[in-house]
């Protein structure tokens, strides 16, 4: 069954649906099918509120030491900030202080106030991310009149040219497996956008939802399309190690306000590695904690907030307070055990400045894409203003990407051919080979590399993404094979990537090569050849202001 649109948005399955949307002045309409960046939307979200976060931005502009920004990406962000203030705004209604409902509004001054070594500080205690999620932007786009929504459906591949024999490449759409039924659905569109997400669930360890297995970054790689800078993974320091907790962030505020890390033993480390202890900057904390767990074979490291005062840390941190008080600790009494976690891609699918990708007709938004804001260290809560602006950037351009994708020639587009699969009676393989990717990028391809432990990361991987392949063509697709197959991919591309950077930045830290090298201020770029195989683009863009 084949579905014509005018425009095909993709999202990961966290509301695994599709939606229709019409756009103005055009008959036909297009398809969304991609999470809505939710968890990068913060209570900051009011005009004074998004008005500071310019203020947080234009210090990021400022500190490219740090390799923190591309200056392009970072200077547009700033010129479009205060035009796209509505975006968010009009989602700002439901988001309350958990200690006065009555009030929505916060003053410039109190966030000041909040604020501290670049972060935006305990805004989860503020905002029920689930209100927020579900009662603002979920359910503004279930009442918007050019919406429709298709739930339970999948994208599997992005339909291009090239792959039908076609003339000069484009998009053309997507196959998507409708969950509940089994059946792949062929989906039509000349403009197609990826806003998938991240892929934290490539490491054992991750602070992102279950559906973050970089399900976007894949199929555009598939697709032809280039990825930049996918060895600069994110960890944010203190994710509550639970077997049952999975991805709670007990927030860096905690330190900001004078919170300490120490050893099961009681001693503390942190100064052993920055002059500033545990106010570090977030990625030279996550590598301590973690030289700390793998010198000393540990499972965790401790976090105290004990030497602050009971009534404050309930009041400051409720959300946190009571999260620690339900999996069984005391924040006000005891220390919390908590582990690095895999948090944010600062890499992803290139885009330019309206987010459009080299392969005509798709674009690429949120943390799916890299538009070069964030350069080789993101910087918290730039995210926000990164899917907002760019977001609006690409809608603005999409029209006319729309009329040169219906003028373009275009190939018929087969329905999708199952071939001889058959039901799985394997599906331990499947749980397998997950755990495996992710146990394997978390040793060898984590917070801290090597050449030796990158090598032997590629060796395995390369092993079992054939066998997924193998597995993916002899049987019936599922949502569990699909996002194996993507997370194979994405292990592979950061381990590239990773292989590619002979030196140490940002996120990116190679034992073999701790320093930094003017040589490589660049961004690394990869996509797939025609062979299937890696291509490099070694004269890539700078990574400029680093």
Same mark, same amino acid.
């Given at each position: 069954?084949?579905?014509?649109?005018?425009?095909?948005?993709?999202?990961?399955?966290?509301?695994?649906?599709?939606?229709?949307?019409?756009?103005?002045?055009?008959?036909?309409?297009?398809?969304?099918?991609?999470?809505?960046?939710?968890?990068?939307?913060?209570?900051?979200?009011?005009?004074?509120?998004?008005?500071?976060?310019?203020?947080?931005?234009?210090?990021?502009?400022?500190?490219?030491?740090?390799?923190?920004?591309?200056?392009?990406?970072?200077?547009?962000?700033?010129?479009?900030?205060?035009?796209?203030?509505?975006?968010?705004?009009?989602?700002?209604?439901?988001?309350?202080?958990?200690?006065?409902?009555?009030?929505?509004?916060?003053?410039?001054?109190?966030?000041?106030?909040?604020?501290?070594?670049?972060?935006?500080?305990?805004?989860?205690?503020?905002?029920?991310?689930?209100?927020?999620?579900?009662?603002?932007?979920?359910?503004?786009?279930?009442?918007?009149?050019?919406?429709?929504?298709?739930?339970?459906?999948?994208?599997?591949?992005?339909?291009?040219?090239?792959?039908?024999?076609?003339?000069?490449?484009?998009?053309?759409?997507?196959?998507?497996?409708?969950?509940?039924?089994?059946?792949?659905?062929? &989906?039509?569109?000349?403009?197609?956008?990826?806003?998938?997400?991240?892929?934290?669930?490539?490491?054992?360890?991750?602070?992102?939802?279950?559906?973050?297995?970089?399900?976007?970054?894949?199929?555009?790689?598939?697709?032809?399309?280039?990825?930049?800078?996918?060895?600069?993974?994110?960890?944010?320091?203190?994710?509550?190690?639970?077997?049952?907790?999975?991805?709670?962030?007990?927030?860096?505020?905690?330190?900001?306000?004078?919170?300490?890390?120490?050893?099961?033993?009681?001693?503390?480390?942190?100064?052993?590695?920055?002059?500033?202890?545990?106010?570090?900057?977030?990625?030279?904390?996550?590598?301590?904690?973690?030289?700390?767990?793998?010198?000393?074979?540990?499972?965790?490291?401790?976090?105290?907030?004990?030497?602050?005062?009971?009534?404050?840390?309930?009041?400051?941190?409720?959300?946190?307070?009571?999260?620690?008080?339900?999996?069984?600790?005391?924040?006000?009494?005891?220390?919390?055990?908590?582990?690095?976690?895999?948090?944010?891609?600062?890499?992803?699918?290139?885009?330019?400045?309206?987010?459009?990708?080299?392969?005509?007709?798709?674009?690429?938004?949120?943390?799916?894409?890299?538009?070069?804001?964030?350069?080789?260290?993101?910087?918290?809560?730039?995210?926000?203003?990164?899917?907002?602006?760019?977001?609006?950037?690409?809608?603005?351009?999409?029209?006319?990407?729309?009329?040169?994708?219906?003028?373009?020639?275009?190939?018929?587009?087969?329905?999708?051919?199952?071939?001889?699969?058959?039901?799985?009676?394997?599906?331990?393989?499947?749980?397998?080979?997950?755990?495996?990717?992710?146990?394997?990028?978390?040793?060898?391809?984590?917070?801290?590399?090597?050449?030796?432990?990158?090598?032997?990361?590629?060796?395995?991987?390369?092993?079992?993404?054939?066998?997924?392949?193998?597995?993916?063509?002899?049987?019936?697709?599922?949502?569990?094979?699909?996002?194996?197959?993507?997370?194979?991919?994405?292990?592979?591309?950061?381990?590239?990537?990773?292989?590619?950077?002979?030196?140490?930045?940002?996120?990116? &830290?190679?034992?073999?090569?701790?320093?930094?090298?003017?040589?490589?201020?660049?961004?690394?770029?990869?996509?797939?050849?025609?062979?299937?195989?890696?291509?490099?683009?070694?004269?890539?863009?700078?990574?400029?202001?680093?």
């Amino acid at each position: 069954m084949n579905h014509l649109c005018d425009r095909f948005t993709l999202q990961n399955h966290a509301a695994q649906s599709l939606a229709r949307i019409e756009l103005p002045n055009t008959i036909e309409p297009f398809f969304l099918a991609a999470p809505f960046p939710v968890s990068a939307i913060r209570p900051s979200c009011t005009s004074q509120q998004l008005q500071f976060q310019a203020l947080g931005a234009r210090k990021v502009v400022g500190r490219f030491d740090a390799g923190r920004v591309s200056s392009d990406g970072g200077a547009m962000l700033l010129r479009e900030l205060d035009l796209r203030t509505g975006i968010v705004n009009r989602f700002a209604a439901g988001f309350t202080d958990h200690r006065d409902p009555s009030r929505t509004e916060h003053s410039v001054e109190e966030l000041l106030r909040q604020r501290a070594f670049g972060l935006c500080l305990g805004y989860e205690d503020i905002v029920d991310h689930d209100s927020l999620r579900d009662d603002a932007l979920l359910a503004a786009v279930r009442d918007h009149k050019n919406v429709e929504l298709f739930p339970d459906f999948m994208a599997i591949d992005l339909i291009n040219a090239r792959k039908l024999g076609g003339g000069v490449d484009r998009v053309l759409g997507a196959y998507a497996l409708e969950v509940g039924t089994g059946q792949i659905r062929t &989906f039509e569109a000349p403009v197609v956008m990826l806003a998938t997400g991240g892929a934290g669930k490539v490491y054992l360890y991750t602070s992102n939802p279950d559906v973050a297995s970089g399900d976007g970054l894949a199929m555009a790689y598939r697709a032809g399309a280039t990825l930049a800078n996918m060895e600069f993974v994110q960890f944010h320091p203190t994710c509550l190690f639970h077997p049952e907790a999975k991805n709670f962030l007990i927030s860096e505020a905690l330190r900001g306000e004078g919170a300490v890390l120490r050893l099961p033993d009681g001693e503390r480390f942190m100064d052993r590695y920055h002059e500033r202890a545990e106010l570090a900057p977030r990625d030279v904390v996550a590598r301590a904690i973690d030289a700390e767990i793998k010198s000393r074979g540990l499972d965790h490291v401790l976090l105290d907030a004990t030497g602050l005062a009971a009534d404050y840390l309930r009041e400051r941190f409720p959300s946190i307070h009571d999260a620690c008080k339900h999996w069984g600790f005391d924040l006000t009494v005891e220390p919390v055990p908590v582990v690095p976690a895999a948090h944010y891609f600062c890499g992803g699918v290139r885009t330019d400045l309206w987010g459009q990708t080299d392969l005509p007709g798709l674009f690429a938004c949120g943390e799916t894409a890299h538009t070069g804001v964030h350069g080789a260290n993101r910087l918290a809560s730039n995210s926000l203003l990164e899917a907002a602006v760019f977001a609006s950037r690409a809608a603005a351009v999409a029209p006319k990407a729309l009329a040169e994708g219906k003028a373009a020639s275009r190939p018929s587009i087969p329905s999708w051919d199952s071939g001889s699969a058959i039901d799985s009676d394997e599906a331990v393989m499947v749980a397998h080979n997950w755990d495996e990717i992710r146990r394997c990028m978390w040793n060898y391809v984590g917070i801290v590399r090597s050449d030796k432990r990158l090598r032997r990361a590629e060796r395995r991987i390369e092993l079992i993404r054939q066998e997924i392949q193998q597995y993916y063509w002899d049987f019936r697709l599922t949502g569990d094979l699909i996002e194996l197959r993507n997370l194979a991919v994405v292990a592979q591309l950061v381990v590239h990537c990773a292989q590619l950077r002979r030196e140490s930045r940002g996120l990116h &830290f190679n034992l073999d090569c701790p320093g930094s090298d003017p040589v490589w201020l660049r961004n690394t770029a990869i996509r797939q050849g025609a062979d299937g195989e890696p291509v490099f683009d070694l004269a890539a863009s700078p990574l400029r202001g680093c």
